[in-house]
């Protein structure tokens, strides 16, 4: 186990990743999805080298100050309901053992997390745009931004998958040898 000072600074550094990660999502608009899962890649760093609780309390750290000090507020929710808790959930979901079953119970999640996403920015944040942009599309809209959404999930954890095999092979024995 690593020490107190080295788990808090870690912390601090990719909470401070994260979050100016976070604030370029209100910079650069284009960029409104792919930066909140650059941030959440960043959360398998500290579930790695210190632990999956530690892990936790810095992703509701960094999702309560990208609510406060990011210019935009659907990246920062994007965050925290959809990119920003799922690699440390994969790492729980590692331990079953059926492929299958895994992704399965991973796109269940997601896709929880995805109309909740959708009913929190409509009826909570009031931001009825969403709906009507939904509804330009016609009886399937939603359908087919779901069934989008999947595929941008499925491309996220194959990615996911390869950055933290890269991150094992390269960076993580870097981190062993500066102890």
């Known amino acids: 186990m690593r020490s107190i000072s080295y788990r808090v600074a870690l912390g601090g550094i990719v909470s401070a990743l994260c979050l ?23 959360m398998m760093i500290i579930s790695a080298e210190v ?13 309560l100050l990208s609510m406060f000090i990011t210019f ?29 079953l895994r ?12 109309i909740a996403y959708y009913y929190v ?9 969403m709906a009507d942009e939904l509804s330009d599309y016609g009886r399937y809209g939603a359908y087919v931004m779901l069934g989008l959404a999947n595929i941008l999930f499925l491309l996220y954890d194959l990615n996911l ?8 092979k390269r960076l993580a024995p870097k981190f062993k040898k500066n102890r």
């Open 20 to 42: 100016v990660t976070m604030f370029l999502a209100g910079v650069i608009p284009a960029l409104y999805l792919v930066l909140p899962m650059a941030a959440g890649i960043l």
């Open 51 to 63: 632990s999956k609780s530690w892990a936790l309390l810095t992703y509701i750290s960094v999702s």
């Open 72 to 100: 935009d507020k659907e990246a920062a929710l994007i965050f925290i309901m959809l990119f920003g808790h799922y690699p440390i959930l994969r790492l729980y979901t590692e331990k079953i053992p059926l492929k299958g």
């Open 103 to 114: 992704m399965a119970l991973r796109t269940a999640i997601f896709n929880v997390c995805v």
């Open 121 to 129: 920015t409509v009826y909570i944040f009031g931001l009825d745009q």
């Open 161 to 168: 998958d390869s950055i933290y095999r890269i991150y094992l």
